[in-house]
């Protein structure tokens, strides 16, 4: 179920990945049968590869000439006067971005299409292009050319993505939709020269699969289902394996708070820890944590019906691990990867968890419950303390955590916290250089009073409207690493489930003694929290309506920079 999501492209004469490499590598993986409809969805995250042709151009081949912004009247003074006339007759002898013109250029009279001029703000942006795949006259090839650009492969890969992520579609559940085996060609490109075809196939195919996973309904993408789509992520890669486990299970495995929040879910829809393990033994440990909350209510302290339209996309976290799973794995980063992923559904039933209740973690610290709307803090403790058992490098968890962030920031630009500034000070440098945008923000020390309990040792919320997207990282804090295992240690051990549980609470100790000397950042891991919307509101060329990847680029980057042997190449 490599992207689990409801396509109905069998029934419909669907046509997945028409490259035969593509095809191959994921006909084990990339479809998947959903309850509760009457067909067989199925989907590809690799299926953007058909809007791309290989080969030289032919007499058929359509012009595509890009015009920045600064060229502009430069390249129309040096037009013939007929392409001038013809533009400006047509309103377009000013520029306009993303506005595409086709020019005629047979002399005999008879119509045809060889040239179409469109202009760009910025020649290097990955959504400069985003809006042709749509609008551009279907049944024909296309070859770009931009005008005063050096065309090295930066600009050629940020073109070829652009082309890929414009080309998205979100249509499977629409029974109105032409099926495809009856659709008119697309438009495709003729792959850029010098474009880092690898580059473009990661992101894109990344892209794909975390939008699909977000934007299926939960009725078709269930926590099994999730599992599975992480089961057939594993498939596709040499040595990925997964292990999960589900239901009451996880009292004796030792997760507790990942039980208590998802046992209100029917049957079939049982809570679960997913964990996929990838790469080489004895290189450096990387541990990716997706908060995966297939449905949020809001509990007991139940959303109102317009907070909860969206609530499909609460497992965003979640996709987002497995997107950028997929990308280092598909690049083969020299690390030794593992993706936790605590997956339930924050359901309303006789057995929910309630206000005021008091949940033990992993390490056995206790929460006392403001809300049960503040749930994915606490299945991502439990997933963080069990992260930080193996002592990994870094720790890096993905959630949808709060609505307070999105107001600091708005929709679009995720928050980042971490217990090193100069690593998240990077990670924000590097999401520019991607565009894909994060912003740090700080762990504030002054708020972590308000997460002190009445009856217990932490609030699951701190005090008052403000701040929310602050505290519920400090409270995230308190089970990583040194913190989360010198606990454990202090309480005599957690249970069964633990991996090298009294070796890593020694290092924990010594650790936070380094820690509290210095003031320096712990010798590890390093964490980075990052707190996305995860999902556009609104359709733009290159974003629909629908899951996003945000930041999953830039957090690639870092891996990259870091393990990889040197600077990304992508845009």
């Known amino acids: ?263 209100a879910a029917g049957a079939g829809r049982e809570p679960r820890l997913v964990e996929l393990r990838w790469g080489r033994a004895g290189a450096p440990k990387v541990a990716l944590v997706g908060k995966g909350v297939m449905f949020d209510t809001g509990g007991l302290d139940i959303k109102p019906s317009a907070a909860m339209l969206t609530m499909k996309k609460d497992m965003g976290g979640a996709a987002h691990a497995l997107g950028l799973a997929s990308m280092v794995m598909s690049s083969g980063l020299d690390i030794s990867l593992r993706v936790l992923l605590p997956i339930v559904e924050n359901s309303i039933s006789g057995c929910a968890f309630r206000p005021g209740d008091v949940l033990v973690a992993r390490n056995g610290v206790t929460t006392e419950i403001g809300n049960t709307d503040a749930e994915g803090r606490l299945i991502l403790a439990d997933a963080l303390v069990y992260a930080s058992e193996e002592a990994p490098e870094l720790i890096i968890d993905m959630a949808t955590l709060t609505g307070a962030s999105r107001v600091a920031l708005g929709a679009d630009v995720p928050s980042i916290f971490s217990n090193d500034d100069a690593l998240a000070r990077e990670l924000q440098r590097l999401s520019r250089d991607e565009q894909d945008q994060v912003w740090h923000l700080p762990l504030w020390e002054g708020y972590r009073k308000q997460l002190t309990g009445c009856v217990a040792d932490l609030k699951n919320v701190g005090a008052g409207a403000y701040g929310g997207a602050i505290t519920a990282a400090l409270y995230l804090r308190e089970f990583v690493g040194s913190r989360a295992l010198k606990k454990r240690a202090a309480r005599g051990g957690g249970g069964e489930g633990g991996v090298g549980v009294g070796a890593a609470a020694e290092r924990a100790e010594d650790e936070d003694e380094d820690e509290e000397a210095g003031g320096a950042p712990a010798a590890g891991p390093q964490w980075l929290h990052m707190d996305v919307m995860a999902y556009n509101q609104a359709s733009s060329p290159g974003r629909p309506e629908g899951g996003e990847a945000m930041g999953m680029r830039a957090f690639f980057a870092l891996l990259q920079q870091r393990y990889g042997g040197g600077p990304p190449v992508a845009p």
């Open 1 to 263: 179920m490599l992207a689990c999501v409801a396509v109905i492209a069998v029934a419909r004469g669907g046509r997945v990945g028409p490259s035969a490499a593509l095809r191959a590598r994921s006909s084990a993986a990339a479809f998947v049968r959903v309850k509760m409809m009457s067909t067989t969805p199925a989907m590809d995250p690799a299926r953007w590869i058909a809007r791309f042709a290989d080969g030289a151009a032919d007499a058929q081949t359509v012009e595509v000439t890009a015009v920045p912004k600064a060229e502009w009247k430069a390249w129309l003074a040096a037009q013939p006067a007929r392409t001038r006339g013809w533009l400006e007759a047509l309103g377009r002898g000013k520029f306009k971005p993303g506005e595409w013109t086709a020019i005629p250029t047979d002399d005999t009279g008879t119509p045809a299409l060889r040239q179409v001029v469109v202009g760009v703000e910025n020649a290097s942006s990955i959504w400069a292009y985003a809006s042709l795949p749509g609008s551009l006259p279907a049944g024909r090839s296309y070859r770009l050319s931009v005008v005063g650009a050096s065309a090295g492969a930066r600009e050629a890969t940020a073109a070829a993505l652009s082309w890929a992520l414009g080309s998205y579609e979100y249509d499977f559940l629409k029974t109105s939709v032409v099926p495809r085996r009856v659709q008119p060609a697309r438009p495709t490109l003729l792959w850029p020269a010098e474009c880092d075809r690898a580059a473009v196939a990661r992101a894109a195919t990344a892209t794909y699969l975390c939008r699909d996973l977000i934007t299926t309904p939960c009725e078709q993408l269930g926590p099994a289902d999730l599992e599975r789509a992480a089961r057939d992520l594993a498939a596709l890669h040499t040595g990925a394996t997964v292990t999960a486990v589900t239901g009451d299970a996880l009292l004796s495995a030792n997760f507790p708070m990942i039980h208590a929040v998802g046992r």
